[in-house]
Structures are given as C-alpha cells and as structure tokens.
C-alpha cells in the first residue's frame, strides 16, 4: 500500500495512492509510564509490572523493545526505538534494554502527565531529527503472542497513517471483560480496517456483554500509529496548554548520549491527560484536522491488567492452574499462583484463586475480584505502609540493598555493588552506619580518609560524615550496612557527588 489519502464519501472511504510523499521511516515509541497497581504485591510504585517478567524470562520492557524486530515491509524500523518513562524507572529501564542489546532513545519525564505528553514529546524528538517518521507507540506492559500478525496490522495501519489518518490497533473481544476499554466501529474501510465511531470507557458487566454480542465493539488496544507531525499538528489543535508545554520542555531540556531530559519546570505546565481522552475521542468531529482509524489486531493481545489476565495469557495443566516459580498444586483448578520470594507455595483445593507471595506480602485473591486490587493498594498508600512504594529488594544504578530487618533505632540491609560501580558521595543527618564487607574489595571514602576493605573487615560511617562506597573489583561487592538512629528514611542523603546525576 502506498501513501494513502482518505476521502470521505456518504459511508465509505475510498484510497488513493501517493507513494512520491510517501514515509519510509518507522519509530518505535513505547509507552513506559505505568505503575501496574492491579499486579501488587509484585507490581510496585517503584518498580512497576513493565520491569518485572510477568510471562516468560523477559520483562515486558523487554519484550516491547524487540517486539518491531524482522519488521517485514516498505518501511525501515529504527533500530533505536524511543521509550518514554518516569524519571523514578529511567535507570532500570536503561539497563533492561542495554541488556536486551538495544540502544535506545529514552525519554525522561519529569513527572507524571499520562500518555498524550509522552506521546507529544516523542513526537518532538523524532522530527527534531529531520525525520517526519511514522510513530507506532505501545505501551511497555502488554503482552503479544503473534508477532507476524502484529507487523501485519501495523503495515495496514502505517498505509493509513500515511494518508493523513491516526490509526489504533482494535482486538475484536473474545468474551465480555470489564477491564477494558471498548471502540465502536463506523463506516468499514479496505483491509479489514474501520472508522471509528466512539470510544467507550471499561463498562460494567451486563454492558461488556452487550458489546460482544453487538458485534461492533473492539478492545482498544492502546497501540497507534501515527504520522510525526500530524500528532503534533493535532495535539496544538485540541490540547494547545499540552503543546506550548512539551514544545518548551523539549526546547530548554537536557540531551545526553541516549537520552533526553525535558525541562521540569515547562514540562508540569502540561495538562495531565490521556492519548484517548485528549485525541482520539474527538477525531472526526467538525473542529477535527483528521480522521480516526481502527485496524483490526488478532495476534493473541492481552494488556496483562489484573492477575486473571495473567492467568488467561499462561499455558495451564490439565486442571486449568498456570504458576510461576516453586509452586505446587494438588486438587486445584483454575488457580493461579506465583512465588516470587523463591518460598515454596502449595494450592490444595483451591478453586479460581490468584495466590501472590513475594519476600514481604502475600495477595489471596478470587478471580472474580482482580480489579479491586487498585482499590487495596490505595488503602495500603492510605496508611503509608512500604509495601506500596517498593519492594523488600529495591534496585539502584550501583545494584542493589534488600532489607534484612529493622527495629526501633535501626535497620540492617544488604548491600550489592555491580563491579565498577559506586554510591553517591553523601552523609546523613539522622544516622550512622557500620558496614561490614561479606564477598569482594570495598573501596571506602570517609571524610577526609580511603579504606581498602576484604573480606570479613569492617569500618564505621557517624553520623554527619561524608561518605562514599565503591567497587573496584571485578566481582559484585556484597556488603551488610547496620544503620542506627532517629531516623532512617531513604530521603536521609545528602549528596555531594553523583556519577548518575541524582545530586540535588
């Protein structure tokens, strides 16, 4: 399919070719701003479900990033996908796709503003380039089982893009879900492709039937395919606050190696809003620059929203069970369980249950009863329980520190160091620390002195003294940090230096 126009006549749409305008370049934009609450107690605040291997040995960040790999068409698919995420998930994300062999463009956002912002400031980036590229944005937490299928919507849906549309992948429902959003279809176009007539937010049951047995409603996917500057074009049309806000952000922001930083202050300025909400509901109406285009996507979608759905994506025994890690099942049916924490989890008898065990939670959920998840997590953020925020295990730049136990006064953790790597230079107003050295060298900084430390030696940190802890080995360093004090929140650090630009 060339360039395609689309021209509006009574229901149809007819095509016409223009393949000399036609766009040659695809950018992959994914979408990685979630925070999964629905996936607790393994999905947390810091450390969503788009970074966690909810299905197969890949995290879903992962598996979104190759996802365009052996693209099949006209078109040439960058090689550098543009991923947009918080700035509290830039330094996982960062070595998930590095780890994946990808070296992509990431995006920093300096809060959260929902996806349109993403999308804009995505779009900013990709025609700052010279290049007026077809966009396929996708969020970074869904799972596709038909690859070929996938590239098969997205040409049809490219072909379309070209032509002056903004185009959405639809899943036409296998059964009547709650969870998602609904498009009801317009005029019917070529390739299987529709107008679209409206968006529906995710119903109640009896209307989720409804709309299956109808017959002309379609999951909404979440994935679009859009021209570069025709999103931009529309954005500064329907959201003009959105667009001056992301235009200047770009404009003011930080550009590294691989990375671009919108500028803080402008970037707030921006209405919090979603692709849907500030875009898509209003294409096609008298004010509107363009078309709404759905292509259908039959490629074994699931947007991994709620355990159930986890549930239905895995592969099952013969009773209907799906597990993942040490689990056991015995006269169970239907029941899906996951040991996170490497703790051996038995199901007897268990009929339709989600059953979740990480190192410092454990959900026991009925299927039925997914979705109010959400609604427990909030409860949980309501009395500032940790168990929201992050996991026992919380993952830096340097490695990581898994808290052992805590107390009145103190806390002990175990800290890992990659090789090579090393905290910020800081100290602490409320506490001291002894660390004592498990595996590897440490090379510590405190005040005014360096201490080389092996194996089974020690030193001590006061309070209000600079420090820094390092690795020069070529092994992970393993250390156990005793802290004793008033307090010992994480928002305690002073720092001084950082070789991960976290200062300030």
């Known amino acids: 399919m060339g360039n395609v126009t689309l021209e509006v006549n009574a229901s149809s749409v007819e095509l016409a070719n223009d393949t ?10 994914i979408l990685a701003g979630g925070s999964g609450t629905r996936l607790w107690p393994v999905s947390r605040e810091q450390f969503p479900k788009q970074l966690i291997d909810v299905i197969g040995d890949k995290t879903l960040l992962q598996a979104t990033v190759s996802r365009m790999d052996n693209f099949k068409g006209r078109w040439e698919v960058t090689p550098e996908p543009v991923i947009v995420c918080g700035a509290e998930h830039y330094f996982a994300t960062y070595e998930q796709t590095r780890d994946s062999g990808v070296n ?5 956002e300096p809060a959260r503003r929902d996806t349109a912002p993403a999308l804009t400031l995505a779009a900013l980036t990709a025609t700052a380039e010279g290049h007026d590229a077809i966009l396929v944005a996708m969020p970074a937490d869904h799972a596709i089982a038909d690859l070929d299928a996938l590239h098969r919507s997205i040409a049809i849906a490219a072909g379309y893009a070209e032509g002056g549309a903004i185009v959405t992948l639809g899943v036409p429902p296998a059964r009547p879900d709650t969870g998602f959003g609904y498009i009801r279809l317009g005029a019917v176009l070529q390739d299987g492709a529709y ?5 529906v937010e995710k119903p109640a049951a009896e209307l ?20 570069a500057s025709l999103w931009l074009k529309v954005i500064k049309r329907f959201q003009p606050d959105m667009h001056t806000a992301c235009a ?27 692709i849907d909400y500030a875009v898509m509901e209003r294409l096609g109406k008298a004010d509107s620059p363009c078309l709404g285009v759905v292509v259908p996507l039959e490629a074994g979608w699931s ?6 759905a986890v549930w239905q994506a895995m592969q099952k025994d013969e009773s209907g069970n799906a597990g993942s890690g040490r689990v056991l099942f015995e006269g169970a049916t239907s029941t899906y369980a996951r040991s996170q924490g490497g703790r051996l989890l038995a199901c007897v008898g268990t009929t339709d ?13 009925d299927r039925a009863h997914v979705q109010d998840i959400k ?3 909030s409860r949980i953020k309501r009395e500032k329980s940790p168990e929201a925020e992050a996991h026992r295990k919380v993952r830096r730049p340097w490695g990581f520190y898994d808290s052992i136990d805590h107390g009145d006064r103190f806390q002990v953790k175990r800290i890992v160091v990659n090789p090579g790597a090393r905290l910020s230079l800081q100290m602490h107003h409320h506490r001291a620390e002894h660390w004592i050295v498990v595996s590897g060298t440490a090379l510590v900084t405190r005040g005014d002195e360096q201490l080389l430390l092996s194996e089974n030696e020690s030193t001590y940190i006061p309070l209000g003294v600079r420090h820094r802890l390092e690795n020069p080995g070529c092994v992970p360093l393993q250390i156990i940090e005793v802290q004793s004090g008033a307090y010992l929140g994480e928002d305690d650090i002073v720092r001084f230096d950082d070789k991960y630009g976290r200062c300030g």
């Not at 107008?195 to 968006?199: A, H, K």
């Not at 249950?353 to 959920?365: G, H, I, N, Q």
């Open 20 to 29: 000399a305008a036609a766009c040659s370049r695809m950018v992959p934009v």
């Open 104 to 108: 992509a463009r990431i995006i920093v």
């Open 195 to 199: 107008l679209i007539d409206r968006f």
């Open 208 to 227: 989720a039937a409804q709309y299956v047995e109808a017959g002309n409603f379609w999951w909404n996917s979440g994935i679009f395919v859009v021209r």
């Open 248 to 274: 200047q952000a770009h404009e003011h922001g930080k550009k590294a190696e691989g990375c671009v930083i919108p500028a803080a202050v402008e970037f707030c300025r921006s209405p919090s809003d979603s």
């Open 303 to 308: 947007d991994l929203g709620s355990w159930d």
């Open 353 to 365: 249950l989600v059953v979740v065990e990480t190192d410092d939670a454990v959900l026991v959920a």
């Open 375 to 377: 609604g427990l997590v």
